[in-house]
């Protein structure tokens, strides 16, 4: 099976009313724009869209509301991932029609060691038919998922590729390097996605491209087609309200620049907590940069 996510893909944050009940028509805004503005796929229930606090039940709401909004227009990736490799495998099970592929996190806390996490994701392969995304992010997950592991994964049929948020760009560049030729390296770092691309990585799953889905579009296709001047512009536009969007947690940064976009509040769920006055000021005052650039 060959991979066919590339270019610009958007993890998409859950945007809250006041109660903090799940905000379904912001949602609805927020996949309209993603669509609008050049976004290549959606993925929905990815750690940005505060997947921790919700139940099973509001992530199925959610799905069913961007695959409805959506009206096959961009392919879904939906985040199914977890530390119980039996409730995955369930969870598999019972996915409605619309998800064209499925996002899966290394196994976080219990940090199993590499002949774990290979058994965890060769069983979740043999539990669905859909295309599999690997999702390697140390930082969260507290392991990390090896090259050895990688390249052994991607010799399954359905794991088609990797989110790679390592920010080890020695090990992703030897997973690009070694890889399958239709195995995609896909970037899970932001402000690591041009260098990424012109080392062979074939996009991005993206936080800042919720506010900014035009621009950073742009970045990656130039990164793609190897216009490194347009890159280079673009990436620097972006790079310095990127830092400020991870500054003091994801998605506190970016909801603060969708608020100030009229296309969200910015209210998250404990134990999450909105950004400082001071970050947020600065976020608002580099966004209003950005767009005087478009």
Known sequence: MKNTFKGSGVALVTPFTKNLTVDFDALEDLVD??????????????????????????????????IDCNEGRLPIVYGVGGNNTANVVLTLGNLPKGVDGILSVSPYYNKPIQQGILAHYKILADATDLPIILYNVPGRTGSN????STL???????????????????????????????????????NLTMPLIAAGAVGVISVVANAFPALFSSM????????????????????????????????GGVKAALAHLDLMDEYMRLPLFPVSS??????????DKILDLM
């Open 33 to 66: 724009y993603q669509i609008d503005n050049g976004t290549d796929f959606l993925v929905v229930q990815g750690t940005t869209g505060e997947s921790p606090t919700l139940s099973q039940e509001e992530k199925q709401e959610i799905l069913n509301c961007v």
């Open 145 to 148: 998922l090896s090259v050895e």
């Open 152 to 190: 052994a994964l991607a010799e399954i049929p359905n794991i088609v590729a990797i989110k790679e948020a390592s920010g080890n760009m020695e090990q992703i560049m030897q997973i690009i390097k070694d890889c399958p030729s239709d195995f995609g390296v896909i970037s899970g770092d932001d």
């Open 220 to 251: 990656v296709k130039a990164s793609i087609q190897g216009d490194l001047d347009a890159a280079k512009k673009a990436h620097y536009a972006l790079f310095d309200v990127t830092k400020m969007f991870f500054e003091q947690g994801n998605p």
């Open 278 to 287: 001071d970050l947020r000021q600065r976020i608002e005052k580099e966004t």
